[in-house]
């Protein structure tokens, strides 16, 4: 038994006495003489010297409560810059890894620098470097200093340092000068005008701002950014015991002791011993009924949730993507026992936004008793089924109690494959008759060549003119058409999640999106059609065609692990890395021709469209740009991004840089003109 268990217990008995001894001294004050001053004293100091204890305790020990989960928010995501700004932020703030954050930016500075260079000046890796170190890249002293031998912060005059409004250090304007250069050179299309003044204010804090979303923790995350602590979904909360099933559809989970009475239990302990001194029935009379209602907290029973049903309704029940559907919750009180204090929030999922109503309601429920509460939300692609919080707390607020309760309600949201956006394939085909052209002479509609008549020729390709005028028999070919076989191949590793801000939809769900557009476009031109995704979840349907797969594609792109609207957990795989392209690799058909979706956030997705190209494949690339220019961390990872587009483009693949607020068949229209120009 601990010293607070010995306490409570010896409190409660203390608090038996007090209160007999209270209505004693009420009842017949005159006698409270005949007892002893010795007795009286040590009654009050007993109470003095608990009421000290519980003060003591009250100092030490917080009130406590249940963290509850935000599902008004929707699912948020970084935008590609985040850990720049975050390092900065670091720097500034906390001082934390100065020298390493230094080098670290200074490198990824000057890889962005390099490729720059390289792309502008049309050189080699080795003359950009030499350009970079010497300063000859840019006219721009402070920014050409960054990267020199002879590195040397820049020096603030004296009416900067008092009169300067901006609030950075100047290491951050030595940076944000840098890659303002940088951008420049790169001749992007930026509208950065006004960023500054919007980053002043926003870049220490955005990151703050969107942590607040994000998190159900401590926004103000020292640590250095641990990637798993960067979930983006709505997590139930941390649960620190398992659960226990109490009832057919009611999980019982943690039980708080909130301490939120122990300030009553030292003002009646200490109001006591006053009391007592003094001789003032008033003061003891105040002290009976603090110490009573302690009592009663020490003895009264825990809330319980066993008895609670719900159910849910939805007013349309296969939504589409994108569809508002009207949810009604009702939780009705079928147990003995008064539930004084419930409170009660639908845990949505976080892929799927609310835009009308609240998920939560607070309330008493008689036994007997119903609440019902309503709210509209926007579906998403996917099986959703969801619990109900309940959060259950006695008169007093001494203990509050979670539970989840089930709900047999599920939300099927499968997209229909209907063909809206057209997309014009390269030549690589497969064995089948289709509609698209090829080099080959035969059979079709389209004149290709004329060749000299073969025995078995089918007698209406023979060119009967020219043998009228030439005796000679000759063949017509025709350009044949035939089907393609294509793969969607989708990039759905954690990094690419990513959006060009906290509430616009991430790159993997703008892709699966399009694709769903395109999928049925493709497979009614008559082509073999698959689907496949690179993450720790293998995702692989073959190329085929037939109502059949045309229903498993459907389901697939709902349903599958790898597709979802989630990002994946993260997780470290230390020395037994396995390359998410192994799995797609090994099944993809040597005629396949590739369209990647990918954000291009990083090398590897690069990589991987230049791997299969070198092994035969025609990859074309839709790219969902996720990135934005308000922060310096923003604008510089922009650059990067259209480095690689420039460098993918430049090895022969061809890249639709699809931007978020352009629909995808017009950036196809436009990509289509300047490929066949």
């Not at 009924?289 to 849910?312: H, M, N, Q, W």
């Not at 025609?618 to 961390?633: E, M």
């Amino acid at each position: 038994m601990d010293l607070n268990t010995a306490m409570r217990r010896l409190l409660a008995v203390l608090g038996i006495v007090v209160v007999g001894a209270g209505l004693y001294f009420i009842t017949s004050p005159s006698t409270a003489f005949e007892i002893g001053l010795y007795a009286v004293g040590m009654v009050a100091v007993l109470a003095f010297a608990f009421g000290a204890w519980e003060v003591r305790n009250r100092r030490n020990i917080r009130p406590v409560q249940a963290d509850t989960p935000d599902p008004e928010y929707p699912l948020m995501t970084p935008t590609p810059g985040d850990d720049i700004d975050e390092v900065l932020r670091q720097m500034t703030q906390y001082r934390q890894g100065t020298l390493e954050a230094r080098e670290q930016i200074r490198d990824r500075l000057g890889n962005v620098a390099l490729a720059v260079i390289m792309h502008r000046d049309d050189c080699s890796r080795a003359e950009a470097m030499r350009k970079l170190e010497e300063g000859e890249w840019t006219d721009n002293v402070q920014a050409a200093s960054f990267f020199g031998e002879n590195r040397a912060l820049p020096t603030q005059s004296l009416s900067e340092r008092l009169f300067g409004s901006t609030g950075d250090s100047p290491y951050q304007q030595w940076v944000r000068n840098t890659v303002d250069e940088i951008v420049r050179l790169a001749n992007l299309d930026t509208d950065t005008e006004g960023t500054d003044e919007k980053e002043k204010e926003a870049e220490p804090d955005s990151f703050v701002e969107t942590l607040k979303h994000r998190l159900s923790g401590d926004s103000d995350d020292s640590s250095g950014g641990d990637r798993s602590s960067s979930r983006l979904t709505h997590e139930l909360y941390d649960r620190i015991q398992d659960g226990e099933l109490v009832s057919k559809s009611v999980t019982h989970w943690n039980l708080l002791e909130t301490n939120r009475m122990r300030g009553v239990s030292a003002f009646a302990f200490l109001t006591f011993a006053v009391g007592a001194f003094t001789f003032q029935p008033g003061l003891l009379l105040a002290s009976v009924v603090g110490i009573g209602y302690t009592i009663y907290v020490r003895v009264a029973s825990p809330p319980s949730a066993a008895g609670l049903t719900v159910e849910r309704h939805f007013d349309v029940a296969n939504p589409d993507p994108g569809e508002e559907v009207e949810v009604i919750v009702t939780v009705e009180n079928q147990g003995g026992s008064v539930l004084p204090d419930v409170r009660i929030i639908d845990e949505v999922p976080g892929t799927m936004r609310i835009v009308e109503g609240s998920p939560r309601v607070a309330t008493a429920l008689q036994s007997g008793d119903s609440v019902s509460f309503k709210y509209r939300l926007v579906a998403e692609r996917g099986e959703h089924s969801w619990p109900v919080l309940a959060l259950a707390r006695d008169v007093s607020g001494t203990y509050e109690r979670e539970a989840t309760l089930d709900a047999d309600a599920e939300l099927v949201c499968t997209p229909t494959l209907q063909s809206v956006t057209s997309i014009s394939l390269r030549s690589q085909t497969s064995t089948y008759s289709g509609n698209v052209s090829t080099d080959q002479g035969g059979s079709g509609l389209e004149f290709f060549s004329v060749r000299e008549y073969r025995q078995g020729d089918p007698m209406k390709r023979v060119d009967w003119k020219r043998h009228a005028r030439t005796g000679e028999l000759t063949t017509i070919n025709f350009r044949e058409e035939k089907a393609a076989s294509v793969v969607l191949l989708f990039d759905s590793r954690q990094s690419a999640f990513v959006s060009s801000g906290p509430t616009e939809p991430h790159a993997v769900d703008q892709a699966i999106n399009a694709a769903t557009d395109l999928f049925p476009t493709l497979y009614d031109a008559g082509n073999l059609v698959g689907v496949a995704a690179f993450d720790t979840v293998p995702c692989w349907l073959s190329p085929s065609a037939g109502s059949d797969h045309l229903e498993r594609a459907r389901l697939l792109f709902a349903n599958h692990p790898a597709l979802s609207s989630v990002p994946p957990e993260y997780t470290d795989h230390e020395s037994r890395y396995v390359d998410p392209m192994t799995h797609v690799r090994r099944q993809l058909p040597s005629s396949a021709q590739i369209l990647l979706f990918t954000p291009l956030s990083d090398d590897y997705a690069a990589e991987v469209a230049l791997r299969l190209n070198s092994s035969g494949h025609l990859v074309t690339i839709i790219s969902p740009d996720p990135t934005a220019n308000k922060t310096v961390g923003q604008r510089l990872v922009r650059v990067e991004r259209s480095m690689r587009v420039a460098r993918l483009r430049e090895r022969g693949i061809r890249v639709i840089d699809w931007k978020p607020d352009t629909q995808l068949h017009l950036e196809m229209e436009r990509a289509q003109k300047r490929w066949t120009a």
